[in-house]
C-alpha cells in the first residue's frame, strides 16, 4: 500500500500547461488514486449513456415499423430490455459502475393484422395461425402477405414473384382469365376443377424464423426448427391482411421514447456538472 508522507504538503495550482495530476508527491492517498488511475464514468453517467443507446435501438426499430405500417402482412418488430454488468464487475465487492440497462433482444410481434376488403379474387387472407408458402430463390419463404397475382405462365405469384406452394411443394398454376375459388382450407379450384390445396404451415416458436424481408421470413434451421400443417387458420379470398404496426400505437411510442430520451440527457449533463463541480473543489486543494 502506498504510504502518504507524514510532512504537510500543498497541491500546485493547475495551470494551462501543467496538468492538476502533474504533481511529485500525493498529498493523500484518495487524491492520488482519483487523479492517477484509468478515468471512469460514474455510475449516473454510464446508466445514463446506456439508457440512451437502448433507446436508440429502439428508435431504429420503431422507424423500421413506421415505415412498413403501409405494407400487407407486416409484423412489427419489438425489443426486450434487459440489463448488463461488465464481467469483472460481477465478482467485485464495490464494482465503479453498476448494472446498464439494454437492449437484450429483438423479437417479432406475429399478432393478427386486422383485414381489408378488397375484392380481388387473388387476394387471400389468413384468419389463425399459420402462413402462405412461396418458393423463395433460395428455399421456401414464409408469409403472411397474400397479395398474389398471375404471372402470364400462369403461376400464381406473391409481389416478389414467388411462385406460391400447394401441398407437396409444387407451384399453383391457373388458367389466366378464368375465375378461381380458394376454400377457407386453402383448396383450390378453377371452373370446377380441384387444382390442390395451399401449402399453409405453421411453427411453435415462429420467433426462431428470420425476416427475409418486410413480410417474408425464411427458416435458418430446417433441420431442427420443423414445419407443421396449420390446423388452426383459415383463408378469406378477396381480403388481405394489413400490416400489424398500428401508426397510432407506433406515433404514442414515438413521443414516449422522445420523453425518455431527453430524460436521459438530463441525467448526463446532471452527472456532467457533478463531476466539473467535484474537479473544480478538488483543485482548490491547497489553493
Excluded: C
Aim: aromatic letters at 6%; a negative charge; proline letters at 9%.
Amino acid at each position: 500500500m502506498f504510504d502518504a508522507p507524514q510532512q504537510s504538503l500543498s497541491l500546485p495550482k493547475p495551470t494551462a500547461h501543467q496538468p492538476f495530476d502533474d504533481f511529485s508527491t500525493p498529498p493523500n492517498l484518495a487524491l492520488y488514486l482519483h487523479l492517477t488511475q484509468p478515468k471512469l464514468m460514474d455510475p449516473l453517467t454510464t446508466a445514463a449513456a446506456s439508457g440512451l443507446q437502448a433507446r436508440m435501438d429502439s428508435m431504429d426499430l420503431l422507424a423500421n415499423n413506421m415505415a412498413n405500417s403501409s405494407a400487407n402482412g407486416y409484423k412489427a418488430d419489438r425489443e426486450f430490455y434487459s440489463t448488463f454488468l461488465a464481467s469483472d464487475a460481477i465478482n467485485s465487492p464495490d464494482p465503479a459502475v453498476g448494472d446498464s440497462p439494454v437492449v437484450e433482444r429483438h423479437w417479432t410481434d406475429f399478432a393478427q393484422g386486422p383485414l381489408t376488403n378488397t375484392g380481388n379474387p387473388t387476394d387471400l387472407a389468413l384468419s389463425g395461425r399459420g402462413f402462405f408458402a412461396v418458393n423463395g430463390p433460395d428455399g421456401p419463404l414464409y408469409t403472411r402477405n397474400g397479395s398474389f397475382q398471375v404471372s402470364p405462365q400462369g403461376t400464381l405469384t406473391s409481389g416478389e414473384g414467388y411462385p406460391v406452394r400447394l401441398t407437396g411443394g409444387q407451384p399453383l398454376t391457373l388458367t389466366p382469365g378464368a375465375p378461381v375459388v380458394v376454400g377457407a382450407d386453402g383448396s383450390v379450384s378453377q371452373n370446377g376443377a380441384p387444382l390442390g390445396q395451399l401449402e399453409l404451415v405453421d411453427f411453435t416458436d415462429p420467433n426462431l424464423l428470420d425476416k427475409a424481408s418486410s413480410a417474408n421470413f425464411s427458416n435458418p434451421d430446417p433441420q431442427n426448427i420443423k414445419s407443421q400443417p396449420a390446423t388452426n387458420v383459415q383463408v378469406a379470398q378477396g381480403k388481405l391482411e394489413t400490416s400489424n404496426a398500428s401508426p397510432t400505437e407506433s406515433a404514442a411510442r414515438l413521443v414516449m421514447l422522445m420523453r425518455n430520451f431527453e430524460m436521459l440527457q438530463k441525467a448526463v449533463k446532471i452527472g456532467g456538472d457533478m463531476n466539473t463541480e467535484a474537479i473544480q473543489e478538488v483543485a482548490k486543494v491547497g489553493s
